[in-house]
């Protein structure tokens, strides 16, 4: 008798999950943006439901709801929920930006959603039509994956990184003081005078910026003496100069490498340049450090302070004949970009 009633239930119970099965139906679909690009893990509410649905990562999804419900809205971050009539087959939304004033309706209509989703959790039914959209969203085609992969790759291309290398411009100015303490002397009826002198240098350089890190570039420039090597009723003794009055102005010719030490927008580094002043014929050496503000794309602005070859003064001795190495030091300000 307990095996007869057994197998009548059973025989009930396998009617009843047939018929809620047929009582439910598949509609399909996709969320995109006003262009028809995919938005990728969209929130979807069925009326009559309590349990909201996801789309997958590309926009689509594929749920069976009750023949009864009539409508489905679509919850984007950002953007307008719009709601569809469920008895078509297929239904794409197009999601419009949202407007401010939209905002905080968005995220109450959002947070209802989820309480509902929270307060539903325990229903079997509703788990029932979760389990079964679930599967089917994940074994749809994704005929966009190939698109998507493409905007993936062009955001890279066109991200902060491509614009970090290319084409480099630098103006710098300097001003340097070089202390001579009675290496320079003047004589004017027999005083004798000491003059110490306030070279200005102006560069143009022009190179390649392999990253935000490091750049090489070739310049040139013009180096200027505020302080005149001849004064009025004055001779410079020839005996420091082997007879030759030293230049006023020259003209440097260089290569100059720096070194960034950060990416950020205060960036320390150090700064190495090598050449020649082309019109003394005198060897150019700097090597200084300093401070690069980002301003903005890549634009820069530079302040550093350096030790300096310079190019006075030529001059002869019983031992030796040509340019002493002396070193002074510069702050040189300068904008690359």
Same mark, same amino acid.
């Given at each position: 008798?307990?095996?007869?009633y057994?197998?009548l239930?059973?025989?009930?119970l396998?009617?009843?999950?047939d018929?809620?099965?047929?009582?439910l139906?598949?509609?399909?679909?996709?969320?995109?943006?006003?262009?028809?690009?995919?938005?990728?893990?969209?929130?979807?509410?069925?009326?009559?439901?309590?349990?909201?649905?996801?789309?997958?990562?590309?926009g689509?999804? %594929?749920?069976?709801?009750?023949?009864?419900?009539?409508?489905?809205?679509?919850?984007?971050?950002? /953007?307008?929920?719009?709601?569809?009539?469920?008895?078509?087959?297929?239904?794409?939304?197009?999601?419009?930006?949202?407007a401010?004033?939209?905002? =905080?309706?968005?995220?109450?209509?959002?947070?209802?959603?989820?309480?509902?989703?929270?307060?539903?959790?325990g %229903?079997?039914a509703?788990?029932?039509?979760?389990?079964?959209a679930?599967?089917?969203?994940?074994?749809?085609p994704?005929?966009?994956?190939?698109? =998507?992969k493409?905007?993936?790759?062009? =955001?890279?291309?066109?991200?902060?990184?491509?614009?970090?290398?290319?084409?480099?411009h %630098?103006?710098?100015?300097?001003? =340097?003081?070089?202390?001579?303490?009675?290496?320079?002397?003047y004589?004017?009826?027999?005083?004798?005078?000491?003059?110490n002198?306030?070279p200005?240098?102006?560069? /143009?350089?022009?190179?390649w910026?392999?990253?935000?890190?490091?750049?090489?570039?070739?310049?040139?420039?013009?180096?200027?003496?505020?302080?005149s090597?001849e004064?009025?009723?004055?001779?410079v003794?020839?005996g420091l /100069?082997?007879?030759?009055?030293?230049?006023?102005f020259?003209?440097?010719?260089?290569?100059?490498f720096?070194?960034?030490?950060?990416?950020?927008?205060?960036?320390?580094?150090?700064?190495l340049?090598?050449?020649? /002043?082309?019109?003394?014929l005198?060897?150019?050496a700097?090597?200084?450090a300093?401070?690069?503000?980002?301003?903005?794309?890549?634009?820069?602005?530079n302040?550093?302070?350096?030790?300096?070859?310079?190019?006075?003064?030529?001059?002869?001795?019983?031992?030796f004949?040509?340019y002493?190495v002396?070193?002074?030091?510069?702050?040189?300000?300068?904008?690359?970009?």
């Amino acid at each position: 008798m307990l095996r007869k009633y057994l197998s009548l239930f059973l025989i009930l119970l396998t009617g009843i999950v047939d018929m809620s099965a047929q009582d439910l139906r598949t509609i399909r679909g996709l969320v995109a943006d006003e262009n028809g690009q995919a938005i990728g893990a969209a929130t979807l509410k069925v009326e009559g439901l309590d349990t909201p649905f996801k789309t997958n990562r590309i926009g689509q999804f %594929s749920i069976k709801i009750p023949f009864e419900c009539r409508s489905v809205t679509a919850y984007v971050d950002g /953007y307008t929920s719009v709601t569809l009539d469920a008895t078509a087959g297929f239904l794409l939304f197009k999601m419009k930006p949202q407007a401010p004033d939209d905002a =905080a309706t968005q995220a109450r209509a959002e947070r209802e959603a989820t309480a509902l989703a929270a307060a539903a959790s325990g %229903s079997v039914a509703a788990q029932q039509v979760q389990q079964a959209a679930q599967p089917q969203a994940e074994q749809q085609p994704k005929p966009q994956q190939p698109q =998507a992969k493409q905007q993936t790759k062009q =955001a890279r291309q066109s991200g902060p990184r491509s614009k970090e290398s290319g084409l480099a411009h %630098s103006f710098d100015f300097s001003y =340097a003081y070089q202390l001579y303490g009675g290496q320079i002397v003047y004589t004017d009826s027999g005083v004798r005078k000491y003059s110490n002198l306030h070279p200005l240098q102006a560069t /143009y350089s022009i190179g390649w910026r392999f990253n935000r890190m490091f750049t090489l570039m070739a310049g040139a420039g013009f180096l200027y003496n505020l302080t005149s090597l001849e004064r009025e009723g004055d001779t410079v003794e020839a005996g420091l /100069y082997g007879g030759k009055t030293p230049l006023r102005f020259d003209v440097p010719v260089f290569v100059n490498f720096r070194c960034h030490f950060t990416r950020a927008k205060i960036r320390p580094y150090i700064s190495l340049s090598g050449g020649v /002043y082309a019109l003394s014929l005198a060897p150019l050496a700097d090597l200084g450090a300093g401070v690069s503000f980002h301003l903005g794309g890549t634009a820069a602005l530079n302040l550093a302070l350096s030790a300096r070859n310079t190019p006075w003064p030529l001059y002869s001795s019983a031992a030796f004949h040509g340019y002493p190495v002396r070193i002074v030091p510069a702050v040189t300000a300068g904008i690359t970009f």
